[in-house]
């Protein structure tokens, strides 16, 4: 069984280029995050979605950052423009639901952008 | 506040002892759970283990065991003999039914294992 997949693996893009980073969850899963990964701050919940429908994007930091799920198998995460300090690891995870709330997160193996 | 806390940044130990890493969490609810994640040097996130507040009883996987002591709100991880392998960060999490079940990530534990 296929886990998370998130592509592209590396990203080095320039300062103010558009980033598209993407995600595909595991077959079933319901619930599908975002997280960022830096030194300084750790790991950051971005924004999840539950069954498509974004339900918390209270970590988003800017209007720069946005996030998408067209479908259950498919999300994206867009930064527009970009700038050095959102250079980070970023990972996709998801989850189903289980008996008793949302079940274990499993993560993709993530992305790590660099911005110049 | 939901938060928690690894206090130990880095730990490094020789091959083939045991090491504990401690984790420290705050909660008001009476629903949650706690996880521990392993990130090897690749970068990917592995899950280990996954435990919610109701069941207090200890775990153990192979050389792996989890002490969780709902009356110290700790969730120690043990790794017995340990192997270069072993080398990694490991993060402690919390997620709270409440909080729509949210995980919030420690800051991680840098264990070095050294042959």
């Known amino acids: 069984d296929a886990g998370v997949i998130q592509s592209p693996r590396h990203e080095v893009t320039e300062m103010g280029q558009e980033v598209t980073l993407r995600c595909k969850p595991i077959?079933?899963?319901?619930?599908l995050f975002w997280y960022r990964q830096t030194m300084m701050r750790g790991l950051e919940l971005l924004i999840y979605?539950?069954?498509?429908?974004?339900?918390?994007d209270s970590g988003m930091p800017e209007d720069r950052f946005s996030a998408k799920m067209p479908n259950a198998s498919f999300s994206t995460l867009k930064i527009q423009p970009s700038e050095p300090r959102d250079s980070a690891v970023y990972f996709c995870?998801?989850?189903?639901?289980?008996?008793?709330?949302?079940?274990?997160?499993?993560f993709g193996p993530g992305t790590r952008l660099t911005v110049l | 506040a939901q938060k928690v806390t690894q206090a130990q940044t880095e730990i490094s130990v020789v091959e083939k002892e045991d090491v504990t890493l401690d984790c420290v969490y705050e909660t008001r609810d009476t629903t949650y759970y706690l996880f521990w994640y392993k990130q090897p040097p690749s970068g990917e996130l592995v899950f280990l283990i996954r435990r919610n507040s109701f069941d207090e009883q200890n775990e153990i996987s192979g050389r792996y065991s989890w002490n969780f002591q709902k009356s110290t709100s700790s969730f120690n991880f043990t790794i017995t003999a340990s192997q270069v392998v072993d080398s990694a960060v490991y993060f402690c999490?919390?997620?709270?039914?409440?909080?729509?079940?949210?995980?919030?990530f420690g800051k991680g534990t840098r264990l070095h294992i050294l042959p």
């Open positions: 995870a998801s989850s189903s639901l289980g008996t008793s709330g949302t079940d274990t997160q499993y």
């Open positions: 077959s079933g899963h319901d619930y």
């Open positions: 979605f539950n069954n498509n429908v974004p339900i918390d």
């Open positions: 999490a919390l997620s709270e039914a409440s909080r729509d079940d949210k995980i919030i």
